[in-house]
């Protein structure tokens, strides 16, 4: 919804900013989002799509990327998440690059509010 009107959205997230409200640029990558968008948009968080994960283990450029990306998204002031951790080696990888949150089936597969509530208390 936000690309459909750049310019009006682009005002409305800063309005947004100024309340507080974080701003989440999901599926970094792939898709709509695009370097202009680290511009145009107040973004606090970076979503690293897992498009780019599927391959890092085996794939030396999609290592690079990943890195780079986010690099990219510490210069500018905001945390990074990689999406689609399925394993402890991937965890690793994307750990040692400094990453700041993971997510993905190798930490829990989705579940409904009152199991992921539980699985807080616990």
């Known amino acids: 919804l ?3 009107d750049e310019k009006s959205s682009a005002q409305q997230f800063i309005e947004l900013r100024k309340l507080g409200v974080g ?3 999901d599926d970094f990558g792939t898709g709509y ?3 202009a968008y680290l511009k145009r948009f107040p973004a606090t968080i970076l979503k690293i799509d ?3 994960i599927d391959y890092i283990l085996t794939n030396e450029e999609d290592q ?3 890195q780079s990306i986010i690099n990219l998204g510490h210069s500018l ?3 990074v998440v990689v999406e689609g951790i399925e394993n402890q080696n991937m965890a690793d990888l994307i750990a040692s690059y400094g990453c700041d949150y993971m997510q993905g089936y190798y930490f829990a597969k989705p579940l409904p509010v009152f199991e992921f509530q ?3 208390r616990q």
């Open 77 to 79: 002031g905001m945390k």
């Open 118 to 120: 539980k699985m807080l």
């Open 23 to 25: 701003i989440v640029l």
């Open 2 to 4: 936000a690309m459909k």
């Open 33 to 35: 989002t695009s370097f």
């Open 50 to 52: 897992k498009a780019l």
């Open 64 to 66: 690079h990327i990943v």
